[in-house]
T-cell receptor, first 112, second 115 residues
């Protein structure tokens, strides 16, 4: 089945730094999404991307849908302590009602 | 607007037992999906229900089953529990008023521990 690759498993950054994460796949996806999960909570949608090459921002977060449709990138600028959590990418194949495939997530830690 | 509600939040079972987890979607949302989350495997898709019908299914054994009621509430059941079933079970709903955009609204999950 489809697999999404996220690495490294954990990232440690200093408050105020920018951080970039990427997600790659051997499959072509029609939709890319980024979710964040905080301890004790379910994942929350951050950004959804629907077109190859699309660049979308949500506050300090910016995500891009790769031109090849096999990857996506998430950038967090000027990190703050509340950015800690697990960041998941997810892809959806073409076709109505297609299920989502999730990456294994990157755990982000922000040092004050 | 109330979010997705999952019950129970925590439960402990022993091997061989069965468990039923409940999910109430956001009002007006008609599609409910279930995911299993473990540290090693991340989020694994179990199944999706829409209008009381299972529309998608992941690669889990038949011990995992679900259903959806006419009010869109959903339950999932795991029979003959194994130690490896210990996980956070997440439910997510989507409006499904039109195109399936992949935008899921997750509950806080049910944490199952199998001893």
């Amino acid at each position: 089945g489809q697999q999404l690759n996220q690495s490294p498993q954990s990232m440690f950054i200093q408050e105020g730094e920018d951080v970039s994460m990427n997600c790659t796949s051997s499959s072509i996806f029609n939709t890319w999404l980024w979710y964040k999960q905080e301890p004790g909570e379910g994942p929350v949608l951050l950004i959804a991307l629907y077109k190859a090459g699309e660049l979308t921002s949500n506050g300090r977060l910016t995500a891009q849908f790769g031109i090849t449709r096999k990857d996506s990138f998430l950038n967090i600028s000027a990190s703050i302590p509340s950015d800690v959590g697990i960041y998941f990418c997810a892809g959806q194949l073409a076709g109505a009602n297609s299920k989502l495939t999730f990456g294994k997530g990157i755990t982000l830690s922000v040092r004050p | 607007k109330a979010g997705v509600t999952q019950t129970p939040r925590y439960l402990i079972k022993t091997r061989g037992q069965q468990v039923t987890l409940s999910c109430s979607p956001i009002s007006g949302h008609r599609s409910v999906s279930w995911y299993q989350q473990t540290p090693g495997q991340g989020l694994q898709f179990l199944f999706e229900y829409f209008s009381e019908t299972q529309r998608n299914k992941g690669n889990f054994p038949g011990r995992f089953s679900g259903r959806q009621f006419s009010n869109s509430r959903s339950e999932m059941n795991v029979s003959t529990l194994e130690l490896g079933d210990s996980a956070l079970y997440l439910c997510a709903s989507t409006p499904m008023g039109g195109r399936n955009t992949g935008e899921l609204f997750f509950g806080e999950g049910s944490r199952l521990t199998v001893l």
